[in-house]
């Protein structure tokens, strides 16, 4: 931190000064500008450091110090952040703004390395700030507050840490309002605003929905004749317990829908597992064939551990879910999106799920090598009681967490680009003829009647047999031509003789 | 831009920016009359001219900041600008009272992106004009001001009608511009 000094006047001790004037007169301003007019007018007093004179108001002084007592050293290490709110006279509560005064000690100006040349882009930085609180929606709101006007107030709090914007809204703003680069670093004034002011119906359950505010969030202390609202809080709370977002997307196990990007990997993965345990399957399409490869996998490997569960996607029935979650017997109350919460079906015991069985026509049977029988059409329960026989865990700790859609807007196309080449690819005709085990139906092109007890048909038997049925078709060739005039002739002799009549009787 | 203490330079630093209270709106104002008034006159002549002018729904106004250089040998000293702020208006016409409301929010939509654009700009602090010494002082500071000396500006305005659109049109523009330097 230590910069070439020059004269005593640019002392560390001296800009040490300068700074914290400095952070305390960015709060003077952007305080100021969010309180009540009233307040402002009954100041006599002007200060006029920075070569801006403002009004004043010894109380918000005490307040804005108290606030700053915790800082030892200036420029300050953390941000310090400013964060207004209106309050209707119902007591609901919206977020407007959150100012940021934060100082970057990696960026450098060497050239503004004496205190004079600090004072003076420290005080454009002020009348910038002065500009800025002044065209935000806020200003305006804040001219209007008080009984008189909407019957609002709006309140501020004063603390240490990294800004809180997700309490703005959809759609808010973030702009620089100002910057000091120095030769100790650069120093940032920053605000995040809201851009939807409306105040509905829904904002406190939503404001509070997601985080837990303790009953003394707004700490007021005892300061007589302040008529605002001030919270004065020097140990900043978070205003929103930490957010788990999972690590990546097939990891996730709370999937709004099953993306097919994710589908391939799972299915390549789960290819190969089903390959050695040489099980069957059949499937109709790519996609299908995967969602009932996945759903039908849980319930062979009863056996799978859980580490090697965890590396796979769990079934999720969805809102648009073709599959109904199960209807379970529980002496806990339901819980609304239950089929979205993975873990909160886990916390339950065992239970043995009963119900009507849902099954559908297409279903595939499937083979399992364990049970060594066949199995058709697996009941649903039976699929959900083996997914749900899993680990535990904490329900109160869970989140309903909600991945990004398929197609989403996203920097990487890799759904799209999945989906597409699934789609445009055509089904792989050796796979159904692969290495299906004896048990299994089986076809082939020589047109024989399906065998149970047919061997297996390789790729090159399955060439050659086409080839044998091309040359078949050439050698008769001429006797279907025969067959076709014969029919060609029949026709027109039998209509020259009846007169049009019908062919068929 | 006010210029800051310097040895070389007696004048004070005074304060310029005031907070004041008008009936319910707290405006930032100078602490100059004599700017102030400078200031408003030639921007109600913009505004007249945008007004008086037939068929010219556009103009801009100009605020350079300029520097003068000395004289060399048989050549006069000529004026650089170092900074120039240009606003570019265009008139709307609008009919009826619900066309106005929605102008006018989406007008302070504009203003505010504007304003912070400008902030953005200033607090580059890229380029200040160094503190002359005394003598040298009328080429960069304007001492015309009795309580204030801000850098040398001049404000020009001028109504643009539809955007040219020959070649020669703005290559004349230039010369005009490099000659009146």
């Known amino acids: 931190m230590a910069a070439s000094v020059s ?108 205190t004079m040349h600090i004072f003076t882009r420290m005080g454009v930085t002020i009348k910038s700030l002065l500009s800025a609180t002044r065209v935000l929606p806020a200003y305006k709101l804040a001219r209007n507050q008080g009984e008189k006007g909407g019957g609002y107030t709006l309140t501020h709090r004063v603390y240490m840490g990294k800004p809180q914007t997700h309490m703005l809204g959809e759609g808010f703003k973030t702009v620089r309002a100002g910057a000091v680069p120095t ?68 990891e996730s196990p709370y999937c709004f829908a099953v993306s097919p990007s994710s589908l391939e990997r799972e299915d390549k993965v789960m290819r190969a597992r089903a390959e050695a345990e040489s099980s069957a399957w059949e499937t109709s399409s790519k996609l299908e064939y995967s969602l009932e490869f996945l759903k039908e996998y849980f319930a062979i490997s009863q056996n799978i551990s859980l580490l090697q569960m965890d590396e796979l996607p769990e079934p999720v029935f969805g809102a648009f879910s073709r599959q109904q979650p199960a209807k379970r017997l ?42 060594g029988e066949e199995k058709e059409n697996i009941p649903r329960e039976q699929v959900t009681k083996n997914v749900f026989e899993m680990r535990q865990a904490n329900f109160e700790e869970e989140f309903v967490m909600i991945d990004k859609p398929p197609f989403a807007e996203e920097d990487d196309p890799a759904d799209v680009k999945a989906f597409l080449s699934a789609m445009m690819r055509a089904p792989k005709l ?27 048909v390789s790729v090159g038997q399955y060439l050659s047999d086409v080839e044998e049925l091309v040359n078949r078709l050439e050698e008769e060739m001429p006797v279907l031509d025969e067959f076709c005039n014969s029919v060609i002739n029949m026709d027109s002799r039998e209509e020259d003789e009846d007169g049009g009549g019908f062919l068929f009787s | 831009m006010n210029k800051s ?13 005031n907070l004041l209270s008008d009936s319910d709106r707290w405006t930032v104002k100078l602490k100059s009359p004599e700017l102030e008034t400078y200031l408003r006159r030639e921007v109600a002549l913009f505004r007249d001219m945008l007004r008086s ?27 650089s600008p170092w900074e120039v702020w240009t606003i570019k208006l ?25 304003v912070f654009s400008i902030i953005d700009i200033i607090n580059r602090h890229e380029y200040l004009p160094r503190v002359p010494t005394r003598d040298e002082e009328v080429t960069v500071f304007d001492t015309s001001f009795m309580d204030f000396q801000p850098y040398l500006f001049k404000i020009y305005h001028q109504a643009t009608g539809p955007s040219p659109t020959s070649v020669g049109t703005t290559m004349r523009k230039f010369l005009r511009g490099s000659l009146a330097l």
């Open chain 2, 90 to 114: 265009d008139v709307v016409n609008l009919q009826s009272e619900n066309d106005r409301a929605d102008f006018k929010s989406k007008l302070s939509e504009q203003l505010t992106e504007k």
């Open chain 2, 5 to 17: 203490d310097d040895a070389n330079c007696q004048h004070l630093t005074r304060p310029y920016c």
């Open chain 1, 330 to 371: 529980s002496a806990e109350p339901e819980v609304p999106f239950e089929g979205l919460m993975r873990k909160s079906f886990l916390m339950r015991p065992e239970q043995r799920v009963s119900g009507e069985q849902t099954q559908q026509g297409d279903m595939k049977k499937m083979t399992s090598k364990e049970e």
């Open chain 1, 430 to 456: 050796y796979d159904n003829c692969g290495e299906i085990g004896s048990e299994n139906e089986t076809f082939s092109l020589v047109g024989k009647t399906k065998s149970a007890q047919s061997a297996t």
């Open chain 1, 7 to 114: 004269t005593s006047e640019d002392s560390i001790e001296n800009i040490e000064r300068l700074f914290k004037t400095f952070t305390f007169r960015c709060l003077q301003v952007i305080v100021y500008s969010r309180i009540e007019a009233n307040i402002l007018r009954s100041n006599r007093e002007f200060n006029e450091m920075f070569n801006v004179s403002i009004p004043d108001n010894p109380a918000i002084e005490d307040s804005l110090k108290k606030s700053l007592k915790d800082v030892k050293n200036f420029p300050p290490k953390g941000p310090i952040c400013v964060e207004v709110a209106l309050v209707t006279s119902e007591g609901d509560h919206m977020f407007l703004e959150t100012w940021d005064l934060s100082f970057n000690r990696s960026s450098l100006d060497m050239s503004a390395n004496r």
């Open chain 2, 53 to 79: 002018s037939e068929g010219q729904n556009s103009g801009q106004i100009t605020l350079e900041f300029y520097r003068k250089n000395k004289g060399r040998w048989l050549f006069p000293g000529e004026n």
């Open chain 1, 183 to 250: 030769a100790l670093g650069l120093m940032t004034a920053t605000v995040s605003y809201r851009t939807k002011l409306l105040l509905s119906a829904d904002m406190p359950a939503s404001a509070t929905a997601a985080i837990e505010v303790k009953e003394n969030y707004f700490k007021e202390e005892a300061d007589a004749g302040i008529p605002h609202r001030s919270p004065k809080i020097s140990n900043p709370l978070p205003c929103s317990p930490p957010i788990r977002s999972p690590v990546a997307r097939s």
